[in-house]
């Protein structure tokens, strides 16, 4: 039974003291952070204008790999544009048609 109480009193020990490692580590982490990415200066957000047709409604928009894909309700179907984000240039027009009964 002295052995028990002493394996649940050391266990407990050990249990603390991880709780106040991983409690300092983050304290530490916090504090510290990384430095390199503090220092880059932030370059201002380049402002494009995208032109649609007119009447054209936006009804989705999706970001993937540097391109800016919307997905917009125009007169007679649907179109998917692709846009180049870094220059704001169209890269590709999709016109979704339904096909005739």
């Known amino acids: 039974m002295r ?5 649940v009193i050391a266990l407990g020990v050990l249990l603390l003291a991880g709780v106040g490692v991983l409690a ?15 220092s880059k200066p ?3 957000p380049a402002a494009h204008r995208i032109v649609l047709p007119a009447g054209a409604k ?10 800016l894909v919307a ?3 125009v007169a007679g179907g649907v ?4 846009f180049d984000l870094a220059t704001g240039a169209e890269i590709a027009t999709i016109e979704l048609v339904p096909t005739s009964p």
Request: proline content about 2%.
């Open 24 to 38: 300092a580590a983050v304290v530490w982490r916090i504090d510290h952070g990384h430095p390199a990415t503090a």
């Open 58 to 67: 936006v009804v989705a928009t999706d970001v993937d790999a540097g391109r």
């Open 71 to 73: 997905r917009v309700d």
């Open 79 to 82: 179109r998917v544009f692709v």
């Open 42 to 44: 932030t370059a201002a």
């Open 3 to 7: 052995a028990l109480k002493l394996l």
